[in-house]
């Protein structure tokens, strides 16, 4: 009896160390939509300077991140998991459990982890259906306009007049004579885009919600985009940092 019970004391101290010094860490994709399916990645961390720890099983809310079989002294391990968020807005992800039953399988000793980390899902992407049609600022969305820049295509070789950037310098063919030589590029400029949330074709607020954020991660990269939500105008302006702005004034509207 004494002899189990010693085995016991054993084998709790090692599995209650086993699982000490471990801190999780939940990293999200740059992107989170609404009814879509999201890969994160769920790490673990064993900040033990001398003992490595084996068997550790990951959850997080009914996402399972599998079971790492070593994590090194000093090192992390990492696996994958999925969510799926069904709505829009601010969430708050659930805590991570982390467990094992090492060194042997009677018991299975955890730590809960809140980690209070929120995170902003956008509206999920409905497209405009062919029979709505898009809102009519959106039928200029193929017109540009042509104007002298340092993009787009390669009109002609032209001397160099001391205005130019020096990237524009074409140092190949400068080489072959006494002048140096820019290259000129046409640029096309697209007409602003201009969202109103209440000309969303949709029958629902969420669905004129989704048309918007689709409309905006359609146009956001390729020309200006502006979104107007009641009183609230968010000037024209495009680029990833842009778009993620007006998508999260998007998913953060009219949320309790």
């Known amino acids: 009896m004494s002899g189990l019970l010693a085995f016991m004391s054993v084998t709790g101290y090692v599995g209650m160390l086993n699982i000490k010094q471990l801190l999780p860490e939940l990293i999200p994709p740059p992107e989170v939509y609404a ?3 999201a890969g994160f990645r769920l ?3 064993n ?3 001398h003992i490595p720890s084996f068997l550790i099983r990951m959850e997080s809310g009914h996402s399972l991140g599998g079971v ?3 994590v090194p002294r000093s090192q992390a391990a990492e696996r994958p998991v999925t969510f799926l968020f069904p709505r829009r807005g601010k969430v708050t992800l ?3 459990r982390i467990s094992s039953n090492f060194p042997v399988n009677f018991f299975t000793r955890f730590w809960m982890f809140d980690l209070q980390q929120q995170l902003i899902v956008f509206p999920a992407l409905l497209p405009l259906s062919a029979d709505d049609g898009p809102p009519s600022d959106v039928s200029g969305a193929s017109r540009c306009v042509d104007q002298r820049g340092q993009e787009g295509e390669l009109e002609r070789i032209a001397s160099y007049s001391g205005r130019e950037p020096f990237k524009t310098i074409h140092w190949k063919l400068s080489a072959r004579g006494d002048d140096l030589l820019v290259k000129q590029f046409g ?3 697209a007409p ?6 209440d000309s969303m074709p949709g029958s629902t607020l969420e669905e004129r919600i989704s048309q918007a954020a689709w409309l905006v991660k359609r146009w956001s990269m390729q020309r200006p985009v502006s979104l107007m939500l009641e009183q609230t105008h968010i000037p024209a302006g495009m680029g990833a940092q842009h778009e993620r702005h007006l998508l999260t004034e998007l998913a953060l509207y ?3």
């Open 35 to 37: 009814g879509t399916q």
């Open 43 to 45: 790490r673990v961390s």
């Open 47 to 49: 900040t033990k300077r």
């Open 68 to 70: 790492v079989p070593f």
């Open 94 to 96: 659930d805590p991570v």
């Open 187 to 189: 640029s096309q400029s």
């Open 192 to 197: 602003p885009l201009h969202v109103d949330l």
């Open 254 to 256: 009219a949320c309790d």
